[in-house]
């Protein structure tokens, strides 16, 4: 059982990354996911939510109108597309799938990716 984070990078300030997270040996489907980010020092940040039961994504006001979470059950695959990046968007990105109600609550993640880094230069 795994998520396998792919799509982390070098960018500058402006340009677009697109994050994949794809998942094995369970149903992604049936979980809500979460987007989650971290810089040295600071403690994971959820940035994007959706739940498993449809419904509006949910985004942190840093990212809000930057970044889009979906996913594509068929692929049992889940995404980050990031435009517009800023430098202070450099940290190591997370996937994360949950059982119930998405949350931006870290301890309530039942699998993780291994992070994928993404620095943004100016």
């Known amino acids: 059982v795994q998520l396998q984070a792919s799509g982390g990078g070098l960018v500058q300030a402006g340009g677009s990354l697109r994050l994949s997270c794809a998942a094995s040996g369970f149903t992604l489907a049936y979980y809500s996911i979460g987007w989650f980010r971290q810089v040295p020092g600071k403690d994971r940040e959820g940035i994007s939510l959706?739940?498993?039961?449809?419904?509006?994504?949910f985004y942190r006001d840093s990212v809000k109108g930057r970044f889009t979470i979906s996913r594509d059950n068929a692929k049992n695959t889940m995404y980050l597309q990031m435009n517009s990046l800023k430098p202070e968007d450099t940290a190591v990105y997370y996937c994360?799938?949950?059982?119930?109600?998405?949350?931006?609550?870290?301890?309530?993640?039942?699998?993780w990716g291994q992070g994928t880094q993404v620095t943004v230069s100016s």
């Open positions: 994360a799938a949950k059982l119930g109600s998405a949350t931006f609550l870290v301890y309530e993640y039942d699998y």
């Open positions: 959706m739940s498993n039961s449809g419904g509006r994504p």
